[in-house]
Structure formats: C-alpha cells, structure tokens
C-alpha cells in the first residue's frame, strides 16, 4: 500500500522558514515525479512546485519562485520543501504528491499527473 506522509507544518510569522518533508512507502519513486500543491481555505488546490524523476529539473509557481525549494532523497524514499520568506498568503494545507503512471504529455503543474497524494500538513503564516 503506497504512502505519502507530510510533516513540519506549523504556525509561523512572516518572513520565517519552514521546511516540509514527504516521505513515501510502499513502492520507490526515485524514477517519477514529485510534485508540492497548496489548498487556501475556500480555494482551488494550486500547484507549487515538482521535480522530474529522470532528470531531476524543477519547476516552480511564479508566486514561490526564489523563496522555496524542492528536494529530493532517494535513499530515503523523501521529497522536502524548504520554505523561506514565508508570507501571509502562502497560509495553506500543502499536499505531496507522486505520479506514478508517468504521463508525459500530463504538465507538471496539473493535479492530474499525480496518482498519490498525501493528506496534508497546514502552514499558517501570520502577519
């Protein structure tokens, strides 16, 4: 049974760093793609960032760009996101996710390359 579990949210102010981790079982996904995806209260779930498992590129929303991170430890079956200058608005449940299928042609940003997801670890940035 695959497995994705996210932990070190937490209520943080503004301009502080969080790092989350997402650590899989069940199966190994040092070949596919990973990917951090974000739900504000009474929003839409909005991509963050990934990262490739063939070559391990990443790709980031325009709204992190230069203030988040996303890593990966293969030995470890993990993929972290290191958070920095955190803001109000990026107060969210972020969710990892793993694609299983591969689907290529599937954007990195779009929920639906993902097969796996984790239940969410909240961050509350305060102002």
């Known amino acids: 049974q695959v497995q994705l579990v996210e932990s070190g949210g937490g209520l943080v102010q503004t301009g502080d760093s969080l790092r989350l981790s997402c650590a899989a079982s069940g199966r190994t996904f040092s070949r596919n793609a990973m990917a951090w995806f974000r739900q504000a209260l009474g929003k839409e779930r909005e991509f963050v960032t990934a990262v490739s498992g063939s070559t391990g590129s990443t790709y980031y929303a325009d709204s992190v760009k230069g203030r988040f991170t996303i890593s990966r430890d293969n030995a470890k079956n993990t993929v972290y996101l290191q958070m920095i200058s955190l803001k109000p608005e990026d107060t969210a449940v972020y969710y990892c996710?793993?694609?299983?299928?591969?689907?290529?042609?599937?954007?990195?940003?779009?929920?639906?390359?993902?097969?796996?997801w984790g239940r969410g670890t909240q961050v509350t940035v305060s102002s």
């Open positions: 996710a793993a694609d299983h299928l591969q689907r290529t042609m599937v954007p990195y940003a779009s929920p639906r390359r993902y097969d796996y």
